[in-house]
């Protein structure tokens, strides 16, 4: 089910509601029935969508409602609360400070999105007068310097990698740029770290390593919003290995293979990786550096509700 269908069904099953000429409790549960039917369609986990409708029911007790009150109005906002309620994990995530440095590290599988991501971060706080550096820890990949070297230099960042690939531990290149950095009193220092390695333990292992010798203040994780289901393996497999405490969702235009479509479902999906709590904190919106928004729970969900 698209985005846009999901939100449809949700916002027609509260009109329904509206329009009933009594609001009582059967009117009530076959609203709930409808979205229930609506979530589940689109992939949100059944357990989600069982909990979301208890609490739906108790916080809308027609015995408790005192005669006059408007039940359209309060369970119309108690369907909106826990829908941002199962998008947001309530915690918030770390936010880089003026006049300090702060290490942000960028974690995620190759073709995410992720070292256009870092670009599109470092951009956008530069927009707002920060003074951010980027560095390429990634020195698995051929051509992975080349890349950020030139998107950085684009967006006129200094950048910090090994040259020629001489140097080939991430672990020094990933320290030398953050020393580099801080020494050029840099604010937000940006750390993008490979996203394949022949084998998958090794890859988690190297990220172990580099966020152990930087210590970042903040690691990002980066998913590509077409994954769907995938996304609670890969959120869970990254966030036992590092402590993610961000994430960034790309690819969410609808140009991108899945986009819109399958990205309320990978929100979902994240927020079932319940044991990291961290906030999806931006979303990239198209290949452009200035594609990429800031996200935030309640104007995400009004905007699918229409
Ligand atoms: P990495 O391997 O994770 O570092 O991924 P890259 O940054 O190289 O991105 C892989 C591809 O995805 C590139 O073609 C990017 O232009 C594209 N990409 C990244 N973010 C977005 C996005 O938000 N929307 C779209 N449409 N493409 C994106």
Known sequence: MVLAELGGSISRALQQ?????????????????????????????????????????????????????NKRKIIQQAVFSELCKILDPGRP???????????????????????????????????????PALVCADTSRAGAFDQLKQNATKAKIPFFGSINYAESDPVKVAVDGVETFKKEKCDLI???????????????????QVSEAIKPDLVIFVMDSSIG???????????????????????????????????????WEYTEVAATKSPVTFIGTGEHIDEFEVFDVKPFVSRLLG
């Open 17 to 69: 509601m509206r329009n009933a000429t009594v609001v009582d409790e059967k009117v009530l549960n076959d609203c709930l029935n409808e979205i229930n039917r609506a979530l589940l369609q689109a992939d949100v986990q059944f357990q989600l969508v069982r909990d979301m409708t208890r609490n739906n029911k108790n916080i809308v007790n027609f015995g408790d409602l005192p005669a006059g009150h």
């Open 93 to 131: 995530s770390f936010t880089p400070k003026r006049r300090e440095t702060s290490v942000v590290m960028f974690v995620g599988l190759q073709g995410s999105g992720k070292t256009t991501t870092c670009t599109k971060y470092a951009y956008c706080h530069k927009q707002k007068g920060w003074n």
């Open 190 to 208: 940006i750390v993008d770290t490979s996203g394949r390695h022949r084998q998958e333990a090794a890859l988690f292992e190297e990220m172990r």
């Open 229 to 267: 289901q995938a996304a609670f393996d890969q959120a869970l497999a990254f966030t036992q290995s590092v402590a993610v405490g961000a994430v960034i969702v790309t690819k969410m235009d609808g140009h991108a293979k899945g986009g819109v479509q399958s990205s309320f479902t990978v929100m």
